[in-house]
């Protein structure tokens, strides 16, 4: 049972455009979403977060989107840049069977064309 | 945030052998998660460490092949027993920061031959 999925395996965008990646779950029981990026040999790293109380959040180019009533959540990257290439990852977080946990989707591959 | 490091970083061992991976935190935090990424899919989370209680595992994870420890607030170890080419993926351990925030180790790639 996959609670969390990101239907796009990848995506490519043209440098200095926007960047567009989904994610739909379907707990609502989760609490917390949450973007990573993760490049080839290294651990995923935190990019953004949004609590289930809102709808969006906004950090520098990341801007997250959440839709609890649709159990949809995007991240828009924008202008991207070619740095931006990387897997992305959306986890959602909360209390299950009496211990917190984060569930991550399947990821995204994301390149940016210079 | 955390400044995560994890011991070794890369491992080819032969199939009945053990690893035990070390998570080495710069600071002291309760919660500690322990994942495994196989090629070409997500992070599955084996199991939950923290400090002064029992690790909780994960539908289809069991002690007795991924035994943990957490002997302190900065410290854990997972062991992969009995390994098997199955095996092979990048185990990596993480920690929650203040805002609920995941900051992971660097990933240590295990090669099961």
């Known amino acids: 049972d996959q609670q969390v999925k990101q239907n796009s395996p990848s995506l490519s965008v043209q440098e200095g455009r926007i960047s567009i990646l989904n994610c739909d779950y379907t707990n609502s029981m989760f609490d917390y979403f949450l973007w990573y990026k993760k490049y080839p040999a290294e651990g995923p790293t935190f990019l953004i977060s949004?609590?289930?109380?809102?709808d969006k959040n906004e950090d520098g180019r990341f801007t997250v989107f959440l839709n609890k009533s649709a159990k949809h959540l995007s991240l828009h990257i924008v202008p991207s840049q070619p740095g931006d290439s990387a897997v992305y990852f959306c986890a959602a977080s909360g209390t299950t069977s009496g211990t917190y946990k984060y569930i991550f989707g399947t990821g995204t591959r994301l390149k940016v064309l210079a | 945030s955390a400044v995560i490091s994890q011991k070794p970083s890369r491992d080819i061992c032969q199939r009945g052998t053990s690893l035990t991976i070390q998570c080495q935190v710069d600071s002291q935090v309760t919660m500690m998660f322990w994942y495994r990424q196989q090629p070409g899919q997500s992070l599955t989370l084996i199991a939950t460490?923290?400090?002064?209680?029992?690790?909780?595992?994960e539908s289809g994870f069991v002690i007795d092949k991924f035994p943990i420890s957490r002997p302190n607030l900065t410290f854990s170890t997972l062991t992969v027993s009995n390994m098997s080419p199955e095996d092979s993926s990048i185990y990596l351990c993480?920690?929650?920061?203040?805002?609920?925030?995941?900051?992971f180790g660097p990933g240590t790639r295990l090669t099961v031959t």
């Open positions: 949004i609590s289930s109380i809102k």
């Open positions: 460490a923290n400090q002064g209680s029992e690790a909780t595992y």
């Open positions: 993480s920690v929650v920061g203040t805002a609920y925030e995941q900051y």
